[in-house]
């Protein structure tokens, strides 16, 4: 059994179907599991859930870099249908054969726990509601990704507006912000249907699964055993009491430098200075190089991590119509490679994106020195200290002097930009979280859109202070439209408010020794998901806390640096 497995070839797999497929699993469930065989049976059907996973993010892939592409969407919804669902059974009769043994290889403990937990939630009636899920995920993209607007004569996309919301001129920016903000409303009937469908889908869900909410399912379905519901609710109490005042205090330093009455909407991109916009590049490919040379300056084993990714077309970074929005690594877990997706326009946060997601890419490339029967997926929250520290840790490295895209005075003031942005993310985190938190405890309500614009509205006035929205309010209270984690990956956001800190901690580390920081980042990388979370961020050097204690002393030490590199970027 294992040379077959073993030795299945991807290019022959992805054109299989089930009947093809289902035959290793029967084999693997009528195979001996003992402590001799435990791990070359772990081997085998980590190789089939590869497979599978590999021939899955090839056709997600394919239906973020094309929305309209249908033929592609046709084959990812039958891989679904057919074999996806049929597969999600099978690997829990599976499941169950290796709980029921009582074996434990060594090292094994951390990844028993999360398959124990797998194993409690899964109903069989959930798997075609969890495949409807999936495909209500990619109407959201598709209404999304068709979004566009004309711009002086010129078709642009939601995102290829963005960078006129960082001009000097005023008028200008209020006028490029309506156009976009109307043009996303108009799809607000469309968006609240989705996510009515959605809602009744996850309640259902949850329902079938003993869960008294959907917010208790998916605390079980992410494996979330190191903190609860109330950890997060004290962890939004911290940020408004920690973080909303230096937040604050940062719009009030902005309204003040622009010297305008209210800082409005459009006022939060543009330079407070009222400089002219920094601009990192013109095309993708002098992005990428200069990401290559920043990540060699960081660490040379990431710089050729990211050239390996370059040199097997592992990038698709332009924005462009019927393009997904956002940005996301994924992994192809055979070819044992990531995959970068991100929309560039030619502004910073480009930069700061691909920066992010270079260390998901590298989680992946260090995480591929474990055995193979040990190479399963990291906690979401570690993954994102692996992206929020490489932000961090780059940082240094921006000036076209090391090989990256400024002068030294614009990449002070990018630095300055990032830090501020870093410290503004925690209180709109809090609003997504509190949101998601009041959505899935509250059903009932939540099934009226209405009753969503109003608590979202609510969240956002209670830790969004300082941004007036006067005349503004359907665009304010329709925020949770425009948070895709909220459709297609709900409660999919803490984890960032969560990996900043540990982050923010990495990179306080680095400003002592950056070459032991590093060394400590990639260690910790390379553990993937074979260690809880507080020993992860222990082994990247960071402790694992969401108080107000270790908020206030790294938002005193992110202030500090602010304003020391303001006096360079002045």
């Known amino acids: 059994m294992t040379a077959r497995i073993l030795d299945i070839r991807f290019e022959d797999f992805q054109s299989w179907g089930w009947d093809r497929i289902q035959p290793f699993f029967e084999a693997l469930e009528a195979a001996p599991l003992t402590a001799e065989t435990a791990v070359d049976w772990l081997t085998d059907w980590e190789r089939l859930s590869k497979l599978l996973a590999e ?17 592609t969407e046709e084959r990812f919804f039958a891989f679904l249908d057919t074999i996806s669902e049929p ?26 726990r999360g398959i124990r937990s797998e194993a409690d939630l899964f109903r069989e009636a959930n798997v075609p509601l969890l495949t409807e899920e999936e495909k209500l995920t990619n109407e959201y993209d598709k209404i999304i990704g068709a979004q566009e607007v004309m711009w002086e004569g010129e078709a642009r996309t939601i995102p290829q507006m963005n960078p006129l919301l960082m001009e000097t001129d005023r008028a200008l920016r209020e006028r490029a912000w309506t156009l976009r903000a109307e043009r996303q409303i108009a799809d607000r009937a469309a968006l609240n249907d989705l996510w009515t469908r959605m809602l009744s889908l996850r309640r259902q869900i949850a329902a079938n699964a003993g869960e008294p909410d959907f917010r208790a399912y998916t605390w079980k379905h992410h494996k979330r055993f190191d903190y609860t519901p109330e950890d997060c609710l004290r962890f939004h109490e911290a940020i408004e009491s920690v973080v909303v005042p230096a937040a604050q205090a940062l719009y009030e330093k902005r309204r003040r430098s622009l010297g305008i009455d209210r800082l409005r909407p459009w006022d939060l991109d543009v330079d407070p200075l009222n400089r002219q916009p920094l601009k990192p590049f013109t095309a993708a490919e002098s992005l990428v190089a200069s990401a290559e040379t920043v990540f060699r300056k960081v660490d040379p084993a990431l710089g050729a991590h990211f050239a390996d990714m370059r040199a097997n077309s592992l990038l698709d970074l ?16 055979i070819a044992q490679k990531p995959f970068i997706f991100m929309n560039a326009v030619g502004v910073h946060d480009d930069v700061q994106t691909l920066l992010h997601e270079g260390g998901h890419a590298f989680h992946v490339y260090e995480a591929n020195s474990l055995q193979e029967y040990r190479r399963v997926e990291p906690p979401i929250e570690f993954c994102e200290v692996a992206s929020m520290s490489m932000e961090l840790l780059a940082a240094p490295y921006l000036a076209a002097s090391q090989g ?3 002068s030294e005075s614009d990449a002070a003031r990018a630095r300055v930009e990032h830090l501020e942005g870093a410290l503004l993310f925690w209180p709109y985190m809090a609003v997504v979280d509190a949101f998601q938190h009041w959505v899935y405890t509250h059903a009932d309500d939540a099934m009226d859109p209405a009753n969503c614009d109003a608590e979202w509205g609510r969240q956002w006035d209670r830790f969004m202070k300082g941004i007036a929205f006067d005349g503004l309010n359907d665009v304010k209270v329709t925020g949770w439209h425009r948070k895709l984690h909220i459709f297609q990956i709900p409660f999919y956001y803490v984890e960032y408010g969560l990996a900043q800190i540990g982050a923010v901690q990495v990179w306080l580390n680095s400003l002592q020794d950056p070459a032991k920081a ?8 390379a553990l993937g998901g074979t260690e809880p979370l507080p020993a ?32 360079v970027s002045a």
């Open 55 to 71: 021939s899955y993010q090839r056709l997600y892939v394919g239906t973020t870099v094309n929305t309209a592409d249908k033929a």
């Open 87 to 112: 597969a999600s059974v099978a690997n829990q009769r599976l499941k169950q054969k290796l709980l029921d043994s009582g074996v434990e290889p060594k090292g094994y403990a951390v990844i028993l």
């Open 318 to 333: 332009d924005s462009r119509k019927n393009k997904a929005p956002g940005g996301y690594c994924t992994e192809y877990p």
């Open 404 to 406: 990256g895209y400024y």
């Open 518 to 525: 590093t060394a400590n980042y990639r260690r910790a990388l």
């Open 536 to 567: 992860l961020f222990a082994a990247a050097g960071a402790r694992f806390a969401m108080d107000r204690s270790i908020l206030q002393t790294e938002i005193d030490a992110m202030m500090r640096t602010i304003e020391t590199l303001e006096s």
